[in-house]
């Protein structure tokens, strides 16, 4: 692996500054929701907050360019292997998964440019790429779409989780050992944080598959947040999902700043 060539790298880090921003609004906003002030917000609306403020078309018109950069390096990791996945089983699930971020994402900078007046539509909600699990609940029915997302993101949680507890993340940093003590925290809570949103998000999907529901709605993360606020004890957790998903974007920021953009030398 070597170096990445210059026109990634900066596309690469625009991004994780891009999601850093999108999670620190979704994560601040589900605190200030547990404590009864406002309302939950997904990412779609978190990209309206953004727009509704002052100089908010030129935010937004960042965080696309942002989010093309991000969506621009997940295909790159996906399809160049930039990380050494490899093609075994585990390599190829963990690479298809970088694909759907890139779709996934992809979705989120379209309807931003739909705020911007350059695309019509993009509905509001929390979910992201409900155009394609629509488009494959048609052809193979929702139920079974609904069994294989529910295990599909139970396994991206899982991997969120294995990342936190075995610090994974740290073999993708150039930084120092003074600089780790303040990474490690956060990216334990960060990722923690997001694991437990996408393993409620994999409850819901289930749900959806044992109850036959038909409902046309994909679970997403503000219907996440939404269960969670209605669980015993729900504010409380509410709150502290907040406050992870806060971390999760200062995770986020630090990818910005220290993670290691390598690409073959192909590219």
């Known amino acids: ?56 078309e030129i935010i937004v018109w960042l965080m696309v ?95 969120h989780f294995w990342k936190a507890f075995k610090r994974k993340y740290a073999d993708r940093f150039d930084a120092g050992p003074q600089a780790m003590a303040i990474i490690d925290p956060i990216s334990i809570v960060g990722l923690t944080a997001r694991g437990f949103v996408f393993a409620v998000i994999s409850f819901l999907f289930l749900l959806r598959f044992v109850n036959a529901e038909d409902s046309g709605e994909h679970p997403g993360l503000e219907e996440a947040l939404s269960y969670v606020q209605s669980l015993p004890g729900g504010a409380w957790l509410l709150a502290a999902t907040g406050a992870g998903l806060v971390a999760f974007a200062a995770y986020s920021a630090i990818e910005a700043r220290w993670r290691r953009i390598r690409i073959n030398s192909a590219v």
């Open 65 to 159: 360019a942002g989010l093309a950069g991000y969506v621009a390096w997940r295909a790159v990791q996906a399809l160049l292997d930039t990380d050494g996945h490899g093609i075994g089983p585990k390599g190829l699930a963990i690479r298809a998964g970088l694909l759907v971020s890139a779709f996934t994402y992809a979705t989120i900078a379209i309807y931003a440019l739909s705020l911007l007046g350059v695309f019509a539509g993009g509905s509001g909600g929390g979910g992201s790429g409900s155009t394609v699990a629509d488009f494959v609940d048609g052809a193979i029915g929702q139920r079974s779409v609904s069994l294989g997302l529910a295990i599909v993101v139970f396994g991206v949680a899982c991997a």
């Open 1 to 56: 692996m070597h170096k990445a060539k210059p026109w990634i790298e900066p596309l690469a880090r625009m991004g994780y500054a891009a999601r850093a921003l999108v999670y620190l609004i979704i994560g601040v906003f589900a605190f200030l929701s547990a404590v009864g002030s406002v309302e939950k917000k997904g990412s779609r609306d978190a990209l309206r907050t953004l727009f509704e403020q002052p100089f908010g």
